[in-house]
């Protein structure tokens, strides 16, 4: 073994610079989200189309994001296992940002016709590639540095950024989504996007300075010749496949972040800056409460807060849709904020450590980003997709996309059932328990390769 110096732990440090990062990704995805709903499907598509169609095309251009990151993740989850968590969170950063700034500055269809929506889904592709790392390098980051007391509480942070980034998002949106729809439609939508800069700015700033986590540094000292991905695919293939199972209740947030704006918007007629104001509650309550979800994981287990947090969203999820198609602003406010400021934050908060830990800790960002971006880009292409399509051309069918809803749920549930509890693990712990002899022996063996 090489001489090499083990840095100290810092779980406060890594989960604020991890926090601020998934900030950005969520502000990306939450602005992105809105802008398809409201704007983006007037912008950049033929104005001869049917309304319903031209939102079912931006909600596509939504899910292509999706659907590539399983490559990404296969690119940069093995660069945060062999070159380090911080410098895929670093390239990852700057991608995402660059791509959302140059979405605010890209010529609509009245400008160049076709090619704009092509242009649309280039820059989606390039930034879905280029968020499929963050996340995982981010847990994994969290992971590592938190005590073995904490590990659910410091990841929750992780999760926290996606509230917060729903919340500065949908808040940036509010005063220009009640402009008149000329000046919506002229310049005002360019601006959310254009703001994510800061966001870059700041989570640079923090991030420059994070140490690598002790626990990776050690393992770095002792060098494999197995490849990440390859160790990872050979021992680790039906976690991945519980993962992205699991991962698959995201498209409860997705449906309710992005599809319930254009449902409640275009199918039914209901004030846009209302309407925009369920999530912003919904974001403000989930980022107050997910650090609280995550350390009640650290007392009574990852596995069984997830799966209370997914029955709850999937659930909660018909009869908000009922409610937006009543037009009951009372029930609409009470069960978004319910269903996804407090069921899928339960479930969201659980997931980091929960999922992190069914993979040791050589092959954890490759495991992670694979299994989490797998179960995204499904979740990600089914939740706004299909619930737009299942609500039909006028967008007034609420009961199909609460049935994909519950579908969605009973998926991540079932999957969830099937995975080990790790809470009472040290990591050291994990890494044991985690791989079979054979793995071990594999590693072993490589270790001696001249």
Known sequence: MT????PKKTPAKAAIASWVGTTLEYYDFAVYGTAAALVLNQLFFPPELPEGVRVLLSMMTLAVGYVVRPLGAF????LGDRFGRKFVMMLTLFG??????IIGCLPTFEQIGVLAPILLVVIRIIQGLSVSGEQASAISMSLEHASDNRRGFTTSFVTSGSASGGLLATAVFIPFAALPTEDLLGWAWRIPFWLSAVVVVVAYLIRRNLEEPPSFVETQAIKAQLPPIKQVLRFHWRTIIRVAACAMIAGVSYLFATFSVAFATTGYGLDKSTMLWVPVLASLLALLYTPFAGYISDLIGRKTVFII?????GVTTVPYLWAISEGNWPLIFTLGILCNGFFYSTANAAWPAFFAEMFPNRVRVSGLAV???IGFAIAGAIGPVASTALAGEDLQNWFGPALLGLGLMAIAVIAALTAKETRRYSLDEVDDVQQTQKEK?????SILVP
């Open 3 to 6: 001489n090499t110096a083990i």
């Open 75 to 78: 690119i940069l989850g093995p």
């Open 96 to 101: 995402i940002g660059i791509c959302t700034f």
């Open 309 to 313: 947090g997914a029955v709850g969203a």
């Open 371 to 373: 299994g989490t971006q």
């Open 441 to 445: 022996d594999a590693v072993t063996a």
